[in-house]
């Protein structure tokens, strides 16, 4: 599996998470901004479910999670609030604990779809980072070498491209403006007419 293919089905186990927890847990969500986070995924595996935080009570619920070599980069505190809102959740109760089993393997299918993101980008970097290109956008500011990488697989040779504007609408950045006598003015938006994989990553 290449990496746009990689990319893409890590945004589509993303999004079906999403939509899993708002069904079963909709308080949840707001608190998850990063579903890729490795707490995150480690807690939806393990409490994915409002019936999961509640099933043993209180007090083991944070002996499980609040000791810090645990709950990584959540603040302890966290995992009180996340107790109290299970307490109260407004989410759908599926017969079977059907909901439980599929956020906890959504959420098993998008750390291993990380995971070979992650060993892609790391042998992308690794034949890349010979190539004069691939040096090139590294002295870009805030570009890094994943960064680098993928976008040199999203282009190709870098120097095929004469002008700036060529890499800008094969990215689905270029603005588009529409305009008649009788339009209201609106502000110009990009036209996202290009390569997706190239647009998340620039």
């Known amino acids: 599996m290449n990496l746009p293919l990689c990319c893409a089905k890590t945004w589509q186990l993303r999004n079906q998470l999403r939509a899993a927890i708002d069904l079963a847990f909709p308080e949840l969500n707001p ?23 509640l099933r043993n009570g209180r007090q083991r619920f944070l002996d499980t999670w609040q000791p810090r070599r645990r709950c990584g980069q959540w603040r302890p505190e ?60 590294m002295q870009l500011p805030r570009i890094g070498k994943p960064t680098a990488a993928a976008i040199l697989t999203a282009i190709g040779d870098i120097d095929a491209y004469t002008k700036g504007k060529q ?21 110009p938006e990009i036209s996202h007419v290009g390569s997706a994989y190239l647009r998340y990553w620039l």
């Open 31 to 53: 608190q998850l901004t990063d579903l890729t986070q490795p707490t995150a995924l480690r807690f939806l595996q393990a409490n994915p479910t409002p019936e999961s935080i």
């Open 167 to 187: 890499l800008v609408k094969l990215a689905g950045l270029a603005i588009r403006l529409c305009e008649s006598g009788s339009s209201i003015r609106k502000l």
């Open 78 to 137: 966290t995992f009180q609030q996340l107790y109290d809102l299970a307490q109260h959740s407004i989410g759908l109760t599926a017969p079977y604990r059907i909901d439980q089993f599929e956020i906890t393997a959504l959420a098993h299918d998008l750390a291993d779809a990380l995971a070979k993101q992650q060993l892609w980008l790391t042998q992308a970097i690794e034949l890349l980072d010979h190539r004069r290109d691939f040096q090139r956008l």
